[in-house]
Each structure stands twice: as structure tokens, then as C-alpha cells.
């Protein structure tokens, strides 16, 4: 914890002195960012300390809310490490990155954060709850995001499977002139049978093993096609 900013709020008169100090313990107790608890407490106006946090500790301060930060920048710091530091990248020069982060003056801190990303690291003075934010919609939106798109794909990729498996199947039906096609569906396991000449006549050789591999693993069941046109015999065959 900065004791300049507990230093400045103190006195700002922000707080009495009881409050300061059941900030300062419980900030401490629960390892939260001292500027965090005070805004999540609603104990500070984030509009109003910010200038006098920049002012005090003569740092210059960005406003995260209005910053559109490029991709390439945010890949400079993985998420682990932005949620870990609560630093925002903002802008790469050269072998600089600089970043918002809640205290500026932390000079451990920046030692730590340049030895984790191998970067000369600048930081530059953000509000505790904007770099929140910022995590919000940078990070966890963005990982929301790439998992919609790999789901999206995953189906895509599965629909393509499910088409190609079904022609098949009807060709090799017709071609059998076969009256009925009977698909039964195991939990685990799937057969499927072409009726022809009065009797059931195997389609595969196997029973072919259902898995998760496109789909939510937790929701959904698809078949893995690839490995069923893999191993499934001659269709063409009588």
C-alpha cells in the first residue's frame, strides 16, 4: 500500500480518522488495492480524488474510460498478469510499455511487472475503478468472445461432417436398396443398420464411439464424424 495516497486523502479531509484507519486495516486484510476499497465502499468520489491523487503524487493520469486500446497493445499483457498487477496496457514504444495502473509511485511493483513481461514499463495514473472496467471489457469480454467464435466454428466445422456422413449414408442405402435405415442412439455408443432383402444388414463394421470433441463439453454430445468416415467399411459393397 502507497502511504503518499493514504498520506493525500488524509489530508484532503476525505475521511475522519477512524474511517482512514478501518480503510487502511481492512484494504490491508483483504489484500484490495487501498483506492479500490475506498471506491467500492462508495467511502471516496472517484471524480473527485483523481486530481488530487495526480497532483500529490505528480504523475500524470489517463483516462482509461476514453482510451481505445489496439489489440497488438492489449497482447503485450496476458490477462493473468493485468487482473494479478491490475494494470491496463495503453501504448507500446520501442521496447517502453506503458500502462495505467492505480499507484504510479510503486516502484517494486514496476520492478515486477518489467521482469514478468522482459519490458521496460512506465505507469501511468488510472482510477482503481476505470482499470476495472478496463479488465471488463479488454480481457474478460475478449476471452467471452474467443470462446462464442471457437464454439461458432466448432459447429460449423461439425455441421460439415454431418452432411458428408448422411450423403453417404443414403447413397450406400440406395445403392443396397434398402427399405429403412435404423439408427440407434447408445449413451455412449451409436449403431446404425440398413434393412434390405427382409433382413438387417450392418452398415459399420463397429459401433462408433460418440465424443465431445465439437460442442460445450458440458452441454452437448455431437458425434465425431471424422472418426466415423474414417473407419466406415466400402459402402458400395453388397
Known sequence: MSQRIVEIIRKANLLNKEDLAKAVEFSTRDNIPFM?????????????????????????????????????????????????????????????LIVAGGDPTDLALIDKISARLSSKVKIKLASELAITRAINKYYTNRVEAEKKSTKATSAEVSDT??????????????????????????????????????????????????????????????????????????????
Open 161 to 238: 461432417y454431418v452432411v458428408a456422413f448422411i450423403d453417404r449414408l443414403l447413397q450406400t442405402a440406395a445403392h443396397r436398396k434398402a427399405s429403412d435405415i435404423h439408427i440407434e442412439p447408445f449413451e455412449t455408443m451409436i449403431r446404425i443398420r440398413l434393412r434390405a432383402d427382409g433382413t438387417l444388414q450392418e452398415y459399420l463394421e463397429r459401433l462408433i464411439p460418440v465424443s465431445k470433441t465439437y460442442g460445450d463439453p458440458e452441454t452437448e454430445r455431437w458425434i465425431d464424424y471424422s472418426d466415423l468416415l474414417e473407419k466406415t467399411v466400402n459402402p458400395y459393397r453388397k
Open 36 to 96: 479500490l476499497f475506498l471506491f467500492s465502499n462508495n467511502m471516496v468520489n472517484e471524480e473527485t480524488v483523481m486530481p488530487l491523487l495526480e497532483q500529490g503524487l505528480g504523475v500524470e493520469r489517463i483516462d482509461l474510460d476514453s482510451q481505445d486500446i489496439e489489440p497488438a497493445v492489449l497482447d503485450c499483457v496476458p490477462r493473468d498478469v493485468a487482473m494479478q498487477y491490475r494494470i491496463i496496457p495503453i501504448n507500446r514504444l520501442a521496447n517502453n
